[in-house]
């Protein structure tokens, strides 16, 4: 199953439109039908106190690449908004990046059940688990 | 009860050396035993797609804010790292700016169970409840 | 604002048919608008391995206490249902019985957000806060 | 890696000291290193309103199976406490018996993230997914 072209410009134009993504130096960087990666650099500007990937950054990122994953299956038209979510953070985000992977537990008719691993990238390529999402996508109309 | 200037001077250190805070514009506002709040404007820089603050804004005020109200509380020396958060998002976050409390339930000896609540607030003062957040916070050596 | 009689039947009968209520000998004993009370005594038959109320009595006390809160507030003729839920225990919960209190923080047209505390009565009455619960309930067709 | 007698003993103790598990008809069906499973029947005696499981069983459930789970990975002599946990309820759960399996994200030296699933089964043997868990562990004195 791939995706279709009108959902893949779908999700673009709605990451291209949130400020956010911008703002924190995210890129999409896969999409397949009830899947989604964004990743970001870790720089000074998205830290916490010591130095490490704030756990705010985690968050957006593990909570788009969950959202956009809910979004590939949502009906034509959609929009996906967060109804909840929860973060677990595991070991303190130090490297280069960090590569936040979404995926859809379950689709239902009124709400989509959704997860999201966060892995931090060093310089090498090696990766770490250093983060867990669990929540729930509403659709929205797109006005 | 009123907050040591150790207490008050540890907590405005740490706020400072967030990278985070800073590229979301955020400023502590108010700081007391277990209490905290903290405030940013919403701008386009930090909107989700429909134009409104992103989830993210409202996790990463709300997480500080609770961290920080935990912080007031543990022992001198000690730092503090979020072991897991979970948000409800109420309604679309539209407004001037975007106000999380952070507020202590439980300081234990090994873990703090903290509380937030995050409010928009418009132009003309009024203020509305959207997004509650329920969490985990633990000691970190300060290094 | 109080209750109608509709909606306080409603939800008696809701509450009457919920065997694992029985199971665990819970009682409601408070209903409002928006609000909800159900206790339960602590007994062997719901402990965990310390002899403390098991996590799964006070999650299943909050959960229902809050989605009882929900019910009082949604179209006559719906029936309520837990979206997710999330707890944090606070301490031990030793004591003759659990208390817990749910309450509404925004009852939406699709989803309701809700709250439950959960407190352990002691022999003497006092209590001590042993859980919080926060969560999303979604009506249901009464069928 | 298999899972040494010392600890398989001492997870089984502990279960059987459980009452809320003798309560709930549940079984300890499966353990091995950072996993652990758990069956019960659903019956009228655990059910919600509509006759479905309640949401309280998956709960229960889940929760153990992943505090056995981090358990296993403890060190000798530890009891398990559940810190949080979250639910999420993908569908009714409709069936002969719930299975829950719990398995360890990470086992810190403080704190164990832990994972579970919930699965309804039915009378055929198929199976499908009811609750998603997923929460922090923290090891305790076994007194």
Known sequence: MTLSPQI??????SFARQGMMATL??????LGPGLCRIAAPIT???SQ????????LAFALGDSAAGYAALTLMPPGAEVLTV???????RPAAGVDLVASGQVLRAGARLTVVRAEVQARAGDGTERLVA?????MI????G
């Open 8 to 13: 893949r410009d779908r999700v673009q134009d």
């Open 139 to 142: 659709p929205a109309d797109a």
């Open 25 to 30: 130096g995210a890129r999409l960087v896969d």
């Open 84 to 90: 909840e979510m929860k973060i677990n953070l595991l």
């Open 44 to 46: 000074p500007a998205v």
């Open 49 to 56: 106190q010591h130095g490490f990937a704030h756990a705010g």
């Open 132 to 136: 867990v999402l669990q929540g729930t």
